[in-house]
């Protein structure tokens, strides 16, 4: 890249700043030579654009298939499913310019889940995988009921989506600070009937 209007390369270089969430936006900033050294917050959003950080992966009982319906008034589990460092973390990254460096770790703190019939339920932590033995037993961590049937939604089905939101933690050049921002996963149907129309 060309310096701007009136610079030449002897008076600055370009920076790269992102900003968060990880791959929202990011611009070109031009710091000129002798200028404080570049800004600890910037170094911090380009390690946190590092750790290429994810939405969650449902796990969710009923599962969300066309063959699966759960039942008006019964339990619905939710759950982080294969939990890994970049879509739940910990994770840590740092990012470096000069003489100055940034350490950041990145934690979900919070999973908001909107269960996509007027309800969001606010879980901390993974939540409770689901497992045969448990029954009809309500989440112990993180769960819904539905009180109508799915059938007057599109396609039949509630759409369910989580947002994980991020806390990162930063420090590095005489600095510290928290960055938060959210992720939200792509709606996954789940459809609920009523017992005695399924058993018809």
């Known amino acids: 890249m060309v310096p701007p209007e009136g610079q030449t390369k002897e008076d600055g270089w370009w920076h790269v700043c992102y900003f968060p969430p990880p791959g929202s936006s990011w611009e070109y900033m031009w710091i000129l030579t002798g200028e404080v050294g570049i800004d600890p917050v910037v170094l911090a959003q380009r390690a946190i654009a590092s750790m290429n950080l994810d939405p969650i992966e449902i796990g969710i009982v ?6 699966r319906a759960g039942l008006v008034g019964l339990p619905v589990w ?10 739940f973390g910990p994770i840590s990254a ?26 969001k339920v606010n879980c901390t932590g993974k ?3 689901y497992a045969d033995h448990y029954g009809k037993q309500a989440s112990p961590t993180c769960g819904h009921r539905y009180a109508k049937m799915s059938d007057d939604q599109p396609d039949g089905a ?10 990162v933690e930063w ?3 005489g600095q510290s600070g928290t960055i938060e921002f959210d992720l939200t996963t792509e709606p996954l149907p789940i459809r609920i009937g ?7």
């Not at 009923?62 to 063959?67: L, Q």
């Not at 509630?158 to 806390?167: D, I, K, L, P, R």
């Not at 009523?194 to 018809?200: M, S």
């Open 62 to 67: 009923p599962e969300s298939a066309a063959n």
């Open 78 to 87: 939710m759950w982080v499913d294969q939990p890994t460092d970049v879509t």
């Open 94 to 119: 740092s990012a470096s310019e000069g003489t100055v460096s940034v350490s950041a770790t990145a934690n979900v703190s919070s999973i908001v889940w909107d269960m996509g019939d007027g309800t």
């Open 127 to 129: 939540g409770t995988p």
């Open 158 to 167: 509630y759409q369910v989506t989580a947002t994980s939101h991020w806390v």
């Open 171 to 173: 420090t590095g050049g």
């Open 194 to 200: 009523e017992a005695q129309v399924l058993t018809q």
